[in-house]
Nanobody, 119 residues
Framework: QVQLVESGGGLVQAGGSLRLSCAASGTFSSANVMGWHRQAPGKQRELVATITSSGTTHYADFVKGRFTISRDNAKNEVFLQMNSLKPDDTGVYYC?????????????WGQGTQVTVSS
């Protein structure tokens, strides 16, 4: 069983910064993709950023230039540095890890951490 635990959320003023962390424990493939998704009240969950085990990153257009995703493979941790935060960035941020074994995809999610950006 894989467990993901997020930390680092909180309340920040617009223009401020936060750094989210996620620690993964358990047994899973080292060839995986870790990422962050978010869900605002009344909206669907959406992808924020992902990073492969080899370091390839992908960002949603609405965070490009403001957020940076990184990871520590030795510790199975993923981070999200969020700068120039906007009120629209408010939501619950979820850590995710997925990998494929044969043709089956395995997905794991954290419980989420609240990020609130005040105007």
């Amino acid at each position: 069983q894989v467990q993901l635990v997020e930390s680092g959320g909180g309340l920040v003023q617009a223009g401020g910064s936060l750094r989210l962390s996620c620690a993964a424990s358990g047994t899973f493939s080292s060839a995986n993709v870790m990422g962050w998704h978010r869900q605002a009240p009344g909206k669907q969950r959406e992808l924020v950023a992902t990073i492969t085990s080899s370091g390839t990153t992908h960002y949603a257009d609405f965070v490009k230039g403001r957020f940076t995703i990184s990871r520590d493979n030795a510790k199975n941790e993923v981070f999200l540095q969020m700068n120039s935060l906007k009120p629209d960035d408010t939501g619950v941020y979820y850590c995710n890890v997925f990998y494929y074994r044969s043709t089956r995809r395995y997905d794991y999610w954290g419980q989420g951490t609240q990020v609130t950006v005040s105007s």
